[in-house]
């Protein structure tokens, strides 16, 4: 993520100063905030992205799978304890990726992706969601960006990444690829950041 100020504005801009830090969950789980040194009250920063959905057969109906949905936003923690985060799946073969979730922990309520949603734009007026990337097409071979690399759309065409050749996308919510072998149309699964002072 590159804007950063989304969650800490910079000293002179009306919010703190201070190094920020991240921590990056990949798999689900539980985490102690406290062990990060985030205490009662804090302000922290949250970006999940949901598993990208699987990418439908080339050449026929010849799609990649929609990037995994995005939620980023800051909140204020209550009483600093465990939460418990989920890390959304990539869907496989034309099904939808999983929703990446976290709850507890001080988080006023739970927070979710829901799935990969089959529309390019935030789900309604929901606080917290931001683009997700849309898969190539046979009439537009280029797949949709998402943010900083992540819901990024599935591949169509020459270039079709998928989790057996390029495992190197993992947790980045990537759409599946569109391809003729089903075990490469699987999307990539999402991931789960926490930003904070």
Do not use: C
């Not at 979710?112 to 949603?117: D, I, L, N, Q």
């Not at 734009?121 to 690399?149: E, H, K, M, R, Y």
């Amino acid at each position: 993520m590159s804007n950063f100020s989304t969650f800490f504005p910079v000293p002179g801009g009306g919010g703190g100063g201070g190094i920020l830090k991240q921590h990056t969950i990949t798999t689900s789980g539980t985490l102690d905030l406290t062990t990060l040194g985030i205490a009662d009250g804090n302000t922290i920063g949250l970006f999940l992205v949901g598993g990208g959905s699987g990418g439908s057969a080339y050449p026929q109906t010849s799609s990649g799978g929609q990037g995994g949905a995005i939620w980023r936003a800051s909140v204020t923690i209550g009483i600093a304890g465990t939460i418990t985060a989920s890390i959304g799946a990539g869907g496989s073969d034309t099904s939808n990726g999983g929703a990446t979730t976290i709850s507890g922990g001080g988080i006023p309520s739970s927070i979710s992706t829901g799935a990969s949603r089959k529309a390019n734009s935030p789900s309604g007026a929901t606080a917290g969601f931001v683009w997700n990337g849309g898969g190539a097409l046979l009439s537009n071979s280029s797949s949709q960006q998402g943010i900083d690399g992540y819901g990024i759309g599935g591949t169509y065409g020459s270039t079709n990444y998928n989790p057996v050749i390029n495992p190197e996308f993992t947790n980045t919510g990537r759409g599946g690829a569109s391809t003729s072998a089903s075990n490469t149309r699987v999307g990539y699964s999402g991931v789960l950041i926490i930003f904070y002072l």
